[in-house]
C-alpha cells in the first residue's frame, strides 16, 4: 500500500520466520521426564526465552489460562500447578532479553479496551517496541463463571466483539500527537461506549503485534480484517497452501497487502541422528504424553461420564457419548461426540488397541520427525511453497525443549539461506517485516473503520 515502509530492510526471496511457544500446562509436555521443570517458576520462562533469542526467533508466546480446567469436580492434574497471568511474566522477560518478541495471550470475551490496551503499551515500552497480543476469545460459561458479569457470551458475537475490541485498542494507541501530547478519545459501538483520556504515550513500534489463531471462515475473516500474524494448525502440505491461500486472498477487501500478515504453522519436532531414532523418539514421546490415566479422562470428556472404573489396557466403552444439557464448558458437541466415539472404537476393533493404545495413536503426532537436515529441508520447502511464513515450535520440554531445534536446525536454516543469521531491526515489527500501523499519528484510522464497517465476521 502506498505511503507504508516496513520496518527494518527487505532481504532477496522469501525468510522463514519462527516463533516459541512456552509448554505450560497441555497434553503435548512431558512432565514426567528428569529434565522437566516448573511450568511457573520465573526460570523456567526465562530459559526457554533465551535460548528463543540465542536462535534469532522473532517472539515468544505464552498462552493464557483464565480457568484451571476440571472434570467432574476435580481440577485438571496438568493445571495443578498453576497458570501464571502472561503480561506480567513478559514484563520480566523484558529486562533479560534484548530483542526477542513478547507476545501474550488475552480473552478479548473477559477484558476490557482501556485497561488491556494500557497493559500491552506499558509492554511495547518496556521492551522498546517487542510487545504483542494473541487475540483469543471465548463462549464458555465455564470460564465465565470466575467474572463479574459471569455466564458466557453468545458464540455469535465472539467476533464481532472481538473485533471491535481490538479497533477500540488501536484508536487508544494512536489517540497521542506525534509530539508526544495526549489528546481526548471516544469510542462508542455496539460493545464499548468509552471516553477519555489514554495514560501511554505511543510505543516504538507504534501498536504492539496482533496475533491471531485461525480455523473457522469466521475466524479467517477476523484474522484478514484484524491481524498481523495468523496461527495455523499443523497438518500436511496441501492443506497448509489451501489454508495459506484462503486467508491471503481475503486481505484485498481490507485494502490490505499479502505481505501485512505473516501466517506460522505450529510444528513440534523430534530429532534424531538417523531416521529410525528420531521415529523411536516420537513413540517413546507419545507414551509419555498419555499415562493410563491420562487416557481414561480423554475419554471421559468425550464420553460425558465417569469412565473411571475402565481398564486403561482394556477396550473402549460400547455405549455412545452422554448429551450435556449444559451450554459449552469446552466439550465437543453431542452429535460431533458420538461420531468421534465410533471412529475410536472402530480403530480400536480393527487393531485390537486397548483405551490407552487408541489414544496415544490418536492424539495429535509430532508435525516434524527427522534427521535435523530433513527437518530444516521440510521447513525450507514449507515456505518458499507457500504453505506458511514461518513457524512456532511447540517443544515437548519445559524448558529446555527448544535448545536441540536451536542447535542442530537453525544453523542449517542460516546455510540454506532461509533464515536469519542476525537480528536486522529492534521491534518484533522489523523482525517479522510488518509496516507501520495505518493510524501513526493521525487522528482516524482508516483500518479501523474498515474493520467495523466491512464484512462480518
Avoid at 174 to 194: K, N
Avoid at 320 to 341: F, I, K, Q, S
Wanted: hydrophobic share 35%; with cysteine.
Amino acid at each position: 500500500m502506498s505511503g507504508r515502509r516496513p520496518h527494518g530492510p527487505r532481504q532477496p526471496g522469501k525468510r522463514c520466520h519462527l516463533a516459541a511457544y512456552f509448554p505450560g500446562a497441555d497434553t503435548t509436555t512431558v512432565w514426567t521426564g528428569p529434565d522437566a521443570k516448573s511450568p511457573i517458576e520465573f526460570s523456567s520462562f526465562e530459559h526457554l526465552a533465551r535460548t528463543a533469542e540465542r536462535g534469532l526467533f522473532d517472539f515468544f508466546l505464552l498462552a493464557e489460562g483464565l480457568r484451571s480446567r476440571e472434570h467432574q469436580g476435580r481440577i485438571d492434574d496438568l493445571d495443578g500447578a498453576g497458570r501464571p497471568e502472561p503480561l506480567t511474566v513478559l514484563n520480566a522477560l523484558a529486562a533479560v532479553t534484548g530483542r526477542l518478541g513478547l507476545a501474550a495471550t488475552a480473552d478479548a470475551t473477559f477484558n476490557e479496551p482501556f485497561e488491556l490496551a494500557r497493559r500491552l503499551a506499558t509492554l511495547d515500552h518496556l521492551s522498546d517496541g517487542r510487545a504483542a497480543w494473541h487475540v483469543v476469545t471465548s463462549s464458555d460459561d465455564f470460564t465465565g463463571g470466575n467474572f463479574r458479569r459471569g455466564g458466557y457470551l453468545d458464540r455469535a458475537d465472539r467476533y464481532p466483539r472481538a473485533a471491535e475490541f481490538v479497533a477500540t485498542a488501536r484508536k487508544l494507541w494512536d489517540s497521542w500527537t506525534p509530539d508526544e501530547a495526549p489528546r481526548p478519545f471516544a469510542h462508542r459501538g455496539r460493545y464499548f461506549d468509552i471516553a477519555g483520556e489514554f495514560t501511554v504515550p505511543r510505543s516504538p513500534q507504534g501498536h504492539p503485534v496482533v496475533i491471531q489463531a485461525a480455523g473457522s471462515g469466521e475466524g479467517r475473516e477476523f484474522a484478514a480484517a484484524t491481524a498481523d500474524v495468523v496461527l495455523a494448525r499443523p497438518g500436511p502440505p496441501e492443506a497448509g497452501r489451501a489454508f495459506y491461500a484462503d486467508v491471503k486472498r481475503r486481505l484485498a477487501k481490507y485494502g490490505r497487502a499479502a505481505d501485512d500478515l505473516k501466517i506460522l504453522s505450529g510444528v513440534t519436532v523430534v530429532l534424531g541422528d538417523t531416521a529410525a531414532e528420531a521415529q523411536e523418539r516420537a513413540a517413546t514421546i507419545r507414551r509419555q504424553q498419555v499415562s493410563p490415566q491420562r487416557a481414561v479422562l480423554t475419554l471421559e470428556r468425550l464420553w460425558g461420564v465417569d469412565l473411571s472404573a475402565y481398564d486403561p489396557d482394556g477396550p473402549l466403552p460400547e455405549f455412545d457419548p452422554v448429551a450435556d444439557p449444559r451450554p459449552a464448558r469446552g466439550r465437543v458437541r453431542h452429535g460431533e461426540a458420538v461420531a468421534t466415539a465410533g471412529k475410536l472404537r472402530a480403530l480400536s476393533k480393527e487393531k485390537g488397541l486397548s483405551i490407552r493404545q487408541t489414544v496415544i495413536e490418536t492424539s495429535a503426532r509430532q508435525s516434524l520427525v527427522g534427521t535435523p537436515e530433513a527437518v530444516a529441508a521440510e521447513l525450507a520447502r514449507s515456505v518458499r511453497e507457500d504453505a506458511a511464513d514461518g513457524f512456532v515450535l511447540v517443544p515437548q520440554l519445559t524448558p529446555c525443549g527448544l535448545d536441540e531445534f536451536v542447535d542442530r536446525v537453525v544453523p542449517l536454516l542460516q546455510e540454506r539461506g532461509v533464515f536469519r543469521t542476525e537480528y536486522e531491526g529492534h521491534t518484533l515489527r522489523s523482525h517479522l517485516g510488518l509496516p507501520d500501523p495505518v493510524g501513526t499519528g493521525g487522528p482516524h484510522d482508516d483500518r479501523t473503520e474498515r474493520m467495523t464497517t466491512g464484512p462480518t465476521p
